[in-house]
């Protein structure tokens, strides 16, 4: 096992910016005021238990289903350029399916797919086409604490950052995210045709 800090960091700036849980705020809030409570420790582990599972099982999926890890990178590349578009114009261009929000707000829509969607499914097998799995496992401990901390705190964070600092926010790692989606393409291009 061998751990490397620049991996680790990549790792958890990539997520970071795809699960969008700062970006995320006003949708929790919205979810916390319509159901009255969210259990932020049940959100965190259902999210995390279901993007360390396809870490590791996600590729055998591909493989079965005849899909390479470039291709798969290629297409999600794809979707994370999509998603950037959205947290830099401040647009929807996927539409949440709302139905059942109400029932448990804690596994549907937050845990899954607001944190453990398809961006963050996408990044975590590209990640893994980079990196070693312990150390996409570090990065994703690292996000899951920062996401249960947010959930904890998220009517304190609104109010301290503001609807503004939301958005900058949200646009920084919007363009983070736009780069990194590229990377991915141009990666997975070069190894399709290497």
Do not use: C
Not at 57 to 81: E, W
Not at 106 to 111: G, L, R, Y
């Amino acid at each position: 096992m061998e751990l490397n800090f620049k991996h680790i960091l990549t790792a958890s700036m990539v997520l970071f910016a795809v699960i969008d849980i700062i970006g995320n705020i006003p949708i929790i809030i919205d979810l916390r005021r319509k159901t009255g409570h969210i259990q932020s420790g049940k959100a965190t582990i259902i999210a995390g238990v279901i993007l360390t599972v396809f870490l590791f099982v996600g590729q055998s999926m591909l493989n079965l289903i005849g899909i390479t890890a470039s291709q798969f990178a290629i297409a999600g590349s794809f979707v994370l350029f999509f998603l950037a578009l959205e947290m830099i114009l401040g647009i929807t261009l996927f539409k949440e399916d709302e139905e059942n929000a109400m029932s448990d707000a804690s596994v549907f829509p937050i845990a899954f797919p607001l944190v453990a969607g398809p961006g963050s499914l996408t990044s975590i097998l590209s990640l893994r086409a980079e990196f070693s799995p312990e150390n996409i496992v570090v990065a994703l401990l690292i996000n899951m604490i920062i996401m249960y901390i947010v959930l904890k705190a998220s009517v304190k964070i609104e109010r301290w950052l503001g609807q503004n600092g939301i958005r900058i926010l949200r646009k920084v790692f919007g363009v983070i995210l736009l780069a990194i989606s590229v990377k991915i393409f141009t990666t997975g291009i070069q190894e399709i045709f290497a």
